[in-house]
């Protein structure tokens, strides 16, 4: 039988693009808010404890509720999902996270259009934040873990809210594939990675 790949928010953009990447080679096992709503789950159902995982990637998120809902959808949830099921999984977790995490670019600014050092605005900070502390967890996790765990920046690609953008989510998906695929892949363990694979500050 193919190993599994677990991913949630697997029914649409990224995660739908890991299950297209993966799915003639993997079982997929995806989670949808109609499987477990990461807004109000409690306890992980018996059946993702009792299953084993080649991959899980961690990758649902909203953008469109309150701070406490976002942060428990984003972050605080799905790493409690994780950690009931860290024991199960045999080759690589990775949680999709975001440059918004990255605290030393938040220090520094990064150079706007017109060569101008730009701060970024307090629109999306509790988004940030969230992503913060999803990275943080996979620095945690990572530590008592025999795999590898990755905190993978996808940077900005097409969506329902910018479908117009250059980069689609199933290229994405493809040089994250690549990325795993790789034999040295301990030496992104506990690090916060582009999906190009390029080690990032955090």
Known sequence: MNPNVLIT????????AFAD??????????????????????????????????????????????????????????????LDIKDNIKKALVFITSRASNLTRTFRGFKGPDGSRIFGGTQKIDYGMSKAALTYAAVCISRHVSYPVLAIDPGNFANQANPNRET?????????????????????????????G???EW
Not at 172 to 181: F, G, N, P, S
């Open 168 to 196: 689609k989510p199933a290229e994405i998906a493809q040089h994250i594939k690549k990325l795993l695929d790789k034999d040295d892949l301990k030496r992104y363990d506990g690090r916060l990675v582009r999906y190009t």
């Open 9 to 16: 928010g697997h029914s649409r953009g990224l995660g739908r």
């Open 21 to 82: 990447t993966y799915k003639d080679t993997h079982n997929i096992i995806g989670v949808s808010s109609s499987e477990i709503d990461f807004l109000t789950l409690t306890q992980t159902p018996e059946y993702y404890l009792n299953n084993t995982y080649d991959i899980v990637f961690i990758n649902a998120r909203t953008t469109k509720h309150s701070w406490s809902d976002l942060m428990n959808i984003n972050c605080v949830n799905q790493v409690k999902f994780a």
């Open 198 to 200: 390029e080690l990032l």
